[in-house]
């Protein structure tokens, strides 16, 4: 039996990212990643391979830079782990003893069997896994009409890619009164479900599953609540995904109400020397202090690194506040992000809040001719003026004006300190410097904290 100081089991962002900052940080350690399949995939790249890749290949992701600090791969899978002799066997009988275990097992997607016809041909889920998603791409291409079944980001984006190919019917089912319900409040719900709909996106919204009905094995068509039947070739279901926990569970390790592997701030599990990372592991919720389920590449490798700094001693403390969930997205040419509260997600947790707005172009002047119309939303608390969350639209430079957001509400920035920020703009590249919007959202938040 061989001997590795870290044995990592699973290869995906949260696994190479631990290994490579591990091994960065104990370079006399040796370390053993054993994942499933050879080939790997960015996650939040798989929308893409519906059109504007178009090769599934074009978004593969592998373990070269683990391989490159110096860790060895091993493509099997993991079957059991013995806790107390502190050794892993595999599907192929091999056996690995371990100083360190490192759970990046990601997660799977939700299989609703209680809707009939779930198991039927060609109905299909977003798994990530290389082979998997190649063999859907081959589906998608040859189907005329696709029902996809959820509205959150992979439902949406991969509905939106499909909805690029002039030839195919594709329709988007969601249950909630709008499309990525859980990530945005209202009214920036409604603008993006606006978008989908101008994308040649059938959107029936606030509405269900019923059934999937099919002829001789294969999907027909789909029932929905409402009575409406939509004939079809192919239903992707996207409908959240779980925690791929089975093998933790079988090893003995705690797991939360969430189906997610019990852990503290520096993802050291129930047992000793196993950690818990990514998709697989605990998170608890920025506004609710609880556990919940947050599910991102970015939050996945974040904890990765703080993990591989402190897989074998702790060397960065981890002042942990709870998981932000820094969303982004772009559907139709136009960016929505959000982070931290909602609207929905303060109300709920009991939370004040005041809201600040402002909208302005993202160039300056605004007649330039790449300009878009940008939209900030600011949640304020009303006491010390502390941003706890925020929502942007807009053009693409949403996707980092968001994580300038994310940053202020880590870091306890108030409204009052947002005002003084020292910018740099510039006319091709940013709104004005007279009108910031950033800062013009924080005025107006001063303005209802004055009043309340």
Known sequence: MKNYDVIIIG????????????????????????????????????????????????????????IDAGGEVLVDRVESVDTNKKFVKTKNNKEFHYGRLVFATGSIPFVPKFIEGYDLENVEYIKKSYNYIENLKQKTDKAQNIVIVGGGFIGVEVAEQLAKHSDKNVYLVEMEKYCLYRAFSEDMAKRADEVIRNIDIKLYTEDSVDSIIGEKGKVKSVKLASGKEIDTDLVILSIGYRPNTDLAKKAGLDINSNGAIRCDNYMRTSVDDIFAVGDCSQTIGFITGRTDSIMLASTATAEARILGYNLCNISILRNFVGTLSVFSTEIGGKAFASAGAIE?????????????????????????????????????????????????????????????????????????????????????????????????????????????
């Open 344 to 452: 929905q997600s303060a109300r709920e947790a009991n939370v004040n809040f005041v809201i600040g707005t402002f909208q302005d172009k993202d160039r300056h002047p605004g007649s330039l001719d790449d300009s878009q119309d940008l939209f900030v939303k600011l949640i304020v608390s009303p006491k010390g003026g502390n941003i706890i969350g925020g929502e942007i639209c807009g053009g693409k430079s949403v996707g980092e004006l968001i994580n300038v957001i994310g940053l202020a509400i880590q870091k306890e920035v108030t409204v009052y300190e947002l005002i003084s920020y020292q910018i740099g703009t510039h006319p091709l590249l940013t709104t004005a410097p007279t009108k910031y919007v950033l800062i013009k959202a924080a005025e107006m938040a001063i303005s209802k904290m004055k009043t309340n």
């Open 11 to 66: 290869g995906g962002p949260s696994g190479i990212i631990t290994g490579v900052t591990g091994i960065k940080q104990n370079p006399t350690k040796s370390f053993l990643m054993i994942k499933e399949e050879e080939k790997g995939l960015v996650p939040c790249g798989i929308p893409y391979v519906f059109h504007d890749l178009d090769e599934v290949s074009k978004n593969k992701m592998g373990p070269k830079p683990f």
